[in-house]
């Protein structure tokens, strides 16, 4: 099977606008698929519902290796984490092909704000209960829940505001409207290089390769902070019931390109650090762990979304 496929064009699915880290990601490695099968690789961008609609409309699609998904981690692990009413279930409805790659996300702050690290911050929140607001791209997205997590793990006592997207949250922040984000470094870390935001820590376990001069939350010595890790990942996914040779197929031909110099230098570009090479095996667990912290994490803080 795998030696006779593709025999048709594939369709790739990103269920967010041109211009996003998935859809970035899906297009380079659709240009060089698209050599290396012999077959066009069209980009469908199925945007809308916070990822919702185009995993849903992947999740539906016939399991024959001809419609294929790259998302992030939102509306994968996020949104069934925080919401009853998500319309597929991603372990039954979908199948892990390959892990890509994933952007570091950065606690930014007003450059206005006084403190320059982790410890300074928590001890100004702490001086200022209740004075201190924090932006998020809503109720129920990975901006919010790190940021949550963060004052579970601190005592910190910080307000949410949530926004529609992270343009209008940024400026809010710039401006000094709000206070505080964690926030994806595709968006965030060209304003922290302007100046226009203080960078605070990276809230990942290791130090971003484009950032390397921001320590990381866990560097704090702050206890509750120790182990602290989250990061927005890429990945590549197909309808469950994909042929077992076709997914292998996608995921050896994922990690092949992965390795060629000039996908690494556009994932550069784009803010995405690769991942090893890894088999669809290996990234079910990864998403089975994600979703059970972020399970646990949702319903320790409470948190649901509609």
Known sequence: MAQTYPAKPIRVVVPFP????????????????????????????????????????????????????????????????????????????????????????????????????????????????????????????????????????????????PYKGSAQALTDLIGGQVTLMIDGMTSSYGQVRAGKLKAIAISAQHRSAFAPSIPTMAESGVPGLKDFDIAGWVGMLAPAGTPKPIVERLNSEVNLIMQQADFKERATTAGLELYAPATPEHFAVFIKNELTRYRETSKALNIEAP
Do not use: C, W
């Not at 290396?36 to 699609?61: E, F, T, Y």
């Open 18 to 161: 041109p211009g996003n880290a998935s859809d970035i990601t899906a297009r380079s490695i659709g240009d060089k698929l698209s050599q290396r099968l012999g077959q066009p690789v069209i980009i469908d961008n199925r945007a809308g519902a916070q990822g919702n609609i185009g995993v849903d409309a992947v999740a539906k699609a016939a399991p024959d290796g001809y419609t294929i998904l790259v998302t992030s981690l939102s509306p994968v692990v996020i949104t069934p984490s925080v919401s009853k009413n998500t319309p597929y279930d991603p372990q039954r409805d979908l199948a892990p092909v390959a892990m890509i790659g994933f952007t570091g996300m950065i606690l930014v702050a007003s450059a206005q704000l006084p403190p320059n690290n982790t410890q300074e911050l928590i001890a100004y929140v702490k001086a200022n209960p209740g004075k201190i607001t924090y932006a998020s791209l809503g109720s129920g997205t990975l901006s919010m829940l790190a940021m949550e997590m963060f004052k579970r793990a601190t005592g910190a006592d910080v307000l949410h505001v």
